[in-house]
């Protein structure tokens, strides 16, 4: 039931990236399913911050970019997400970067106690305010929509002045020779900055983004804690990383 569900609102997110809004009636043709289980599902997606509902359907609550991010590799993304979560103790204090697989992170948080979470995503607030035993700092700054995240100097004045344990980041692509690569200049600075400010940082991307390279340069991959990856890795970029002395972890 779980997975027909996760199925159902994987094709509810398609159709609004396609369309730009849905009603209910063509929800339940399109998915063979009552009217009230389409209602059910999109409260549980207007819940997790991904759309809004009207009286007869759906509209996307981001930008299709993310939409159609969300909806690539997302068994990796969740993998790597809860083997991110597992390095988070209670107590902790963290910073999360924006992006849909750093995102997911807070996803995997619940039964952590005192857990403070600094993000600049606003998908990441999103999910943490449905758990009541996260504690949440939001970065101000201007609103990229396109990357659902909080940017600028207020971002990185906030981020200066705030110290974690750990950090989890993002990237558009990887690789041993160029490091961390993103398109957006804006968002490798809050990378930056939450590097200078958490003790550990951890690189949360899917295999498919390794050998990929981005617009502007971030860090190398030696000044991060480590990375976590899933098994779709290959073994050549495996050994090259482990060669170089870059902790990897495959999920």
Same mark, same amino acid.
């Given at each position: 039931m779980t997975e027909d569900?996760?199925?159902r609102e994987r094709i509810i997110l398609k159709l *609004?990236?396609?369309r730009g809004s849905v009603s209910v009636a063509l929800l339940a043709q399109e998915l063979?399913?009552?009217e009230v289980t389409v209602r059910s599902d999109l409260k549980n997606l207007e819940e997790q911050g991904v759309l809004g509902r009207t009286r007869g359907?759906?509209?996307p609550a981001m930008h299709p970019n993310v939409i159609e991010r969300q909806r690539t590799h997302l068994d990796e993304k969740n993998r790597i997400a809860k083997a991110a979560a597992?390095?988070?103790?209670?107590?902790d204090r963290i910073m999360i970067e924006a992006g849909t697989t750093t995102a997911l992170v807070t996803r995997y948080l619940l039964g952590k106690r005192d857990v403070h979470i600094?993000?600049?995503s606003t998908l990441v607030f999103s999910y943490a305010? *449905?758990?009541p035993s996260l504690q949440i700092t939001m970065v101000g700054g201007d609103y990229r929509r396109e990357a659902e995240s909080m940017v600028g100097p207020i971002a990185l004045r906030t981020i200066a002045g705030l110290n974690v344990r750990l950090a989890f980041v993002g990237t558009d692509g990887f690789s041993l020779e160029r490091g961390m690569t993103t398109q957006l200049v804006e968002g490798a600075e809050i990378v930056k900055a939450m590097r200078e400010r958490a003790e550990s940082t951890w690189l949360v991307a899917d295999s498919s983004k390794y050998g990929k390279t981005g617009f502007v340069s971030v860090l190398p991959l030696s000044e991060l804690g480590g990375i976590i990856?899933?098994?779709g890795l290959d073994q050549a970029p495996l050994g090259e990383l482990s060669g170089a002395s870059i902790l990897v972890r495959t999920v």
């Open positions: 569900l996760a199925e *609004l990236s396609e063979e399913v009552s359907g759906a509209y597992e390095l988070v103790r209670d107590g600094v993000t600049n305010r *449905l758990n990856t899933d098994i």
